[in-house]
Structure formats: structure tokens, C-alpha cells
T-cell receptor, first 110, second 112 residues
Framework: KNEVEQSPQNLTAQEGEFITINCSYS?????LHWLQQHPGGGIVSLFM???GKKKHGRLIATINIQEKHSSLHITASHPRDSAVYIC????????????FGKGTHLIIQP | NAGVTQTPKFRILKIGQSMTLQCTQD?????MYWYRQDPGMGLKLIYY???????DKGEVPNGYNVSRSTTEDFPLRLELAAPSQTSVYFC???????????FGPGTRLLVL
């Protein structure tokens, strides 16, 4: 069973700061997902990646398959980025579905 | 497109009661999932389906049942509700195994 660990659990930063959230997993995977859970509870997918790096606006996700590690970066952070960011992995084969980390609660102060 | 819809948004159940959480998607996705989210914990997979007529257990299936008679609908049935089933339940769908998942808004369930 894959174990997904995220760090930090909580992060408070000032508007404009560069944010990094880390995710590590214990067993090889087919894909890794980053999701955002809004304060109202809704969950949206940000990225799915299996290698390298992806960028969408101010968000950048990277993955190192050999080290079993991924990072989510937010550049020029803004209060509207305040949310819980969740890392999840898909191990492939056998049971379907994702294995989730506990999330990183991010607060960006003006 | 409405995406993934869930009903009800919130429900209070008494111990021993039963209920069905509804989930519908209009994206013609084959893969559908039910997760529960408890405070301070990651989402956990309850059941999943890879297509109409095919369902399988996830990590925490005890106390739940599902059916998938159509591509669109994937209801989750709670029999004999227990306080341990107090949680927020999310339904999700995906076009691919392991692919991007589209989540419903969630159902908050309180069992007293």
C-alpha cells in the first residue's frame, strides 16, 4: 500500500511570497495528482503528472520519479490561493482509485 | 454540463437508519469513485466502478454498498448507520483509469 506524506501540514505566508509544498510516496506510481480543496469544501484537480514538470499560470508542479517526490510551487502568492492542497498517487494495476495525502493547509495573508 | 452532482448536501441520520447518497455525472465517464473525508485525514476510497454493472471494493467498504446500473449514476447505500460513518462523502468520475478525477460538491453526513 502506498503511503503519501505531505509537508508542511500548515503554512502561513505573506502575499507575494514563493510557496513550496512537498509530497513523497513510498511505492512506485503511474501518476501523481495535485488537487485544491477550497474553503467551501469543493475539490478541483490542478495537475496530473508522471514525469518532469507542468505549469499552469502561477502554479508549477514537478516530480522526481527516482526519489519518489513531487513539489507544488506557487509564484507571487495571493490571498485567493488560500486553500488545502492535496497530493494523491495512482499506483496502477489491482484496485483503482487514488491514495491521498492528508493535505497542506495554506493561508496567504494580505 | 453539470459535471458531477451529489444529493443531498447535508443529512442527519439516527443510528441504525439507512440512506442512499446519490451521484450523477453527465460526462460519459466510465470510472466512478466514492471517497470519504474525515477531519485531519486524507480521502479514503470506499468503492469504485469501471463501468456500468462493474463495481469493486476500495480501502474502507464496510457498512456501504454500491450499484452501477447506468454510466451516469453511482449511488452509495448506507445500511444501519453508525457514528463512525459521520464524514464528508465525495463522488468523483474520470474518463481514464488513474486519470484526472472530477469531484462532486460532497455530502456532509452526521450520524447521531
Amino acid at each position: 500500500k502506498n503511503e503519501v506524506e505531505q509537508s508542511p501540514q500548515n503554512l502561513t505566508a505573506q502575499e507575494g511570497e514563493f510557496i513550496t509544498i512537498n509530497c513523497s510516496y513510498s511505492v512506485g506510481i503511474s501518476a501523481l495528482h495535485w488537487l485544491q480543496q477550497h474553503p467551501g469544501g469543493g475539490i478541483v484537480s490542478l495537475f496530473m503528472l508522471s514525469s518532469g514538470k507542468k505549469k499552469h499560470g502561477r502554479l508549477i508542479a514537478t516530480i522526481n520519479i527516482q526519489e519518489k517526490h513531487s513539489s507544488l510551487h506557487i509564484t507571487a502568492s495571493h490571498p485567493r490561493d488560500s486553500a488545502v492542497y492535496i497530493c494523491a498517487v495512482y499506483s496502477g494495476g489491482g484496485a483503482d482509485g487514488l491514495t491521498f495525502g492528508k493535505g497542506t493547509h495554506l493561508i496567504i495573508q494580505p | 454540463n453539470a459535471g458531477v452532482t451529489q444529493t443531498p448536501k447535508f443529512r442527519i441520520l439516527k443510528i441504525g437508519q439507512s440512506m442512499t447518497l446519490q451521484c450523477t455525472q453527465d460526462m460519459n465517464h466510465n470510472y466512478m469513485y466514492w471517497y470519504r473525508q474525515d477531519p485531519g485525514m486524507g480521502l479514503k476510497l470506499i468503492y469504485y466502478s469501471v463501468g456500468a454493472g462493474i463495481t469493486d471494493k476500495g480501502e474502507v467498504p464496510n457498512g456501504y454498498n454500491v450499484s452501477r446500473s447506468t454510466t451516469e449514476d453511482f449511488p452509495l447505500r448506507l445500511e444501519l448507520a453508525a457514528p463512525s460513518q459521520t464524514s464528508v462523502y465525495f463522488c468523483a468520475s474520470s474518463p481514464l483509469s488513474g486519470g484526472t478525477q472530477y469531484f462532486g460538491p460532497g455530502t456532509r453526513l452526521l450520524v447521531l
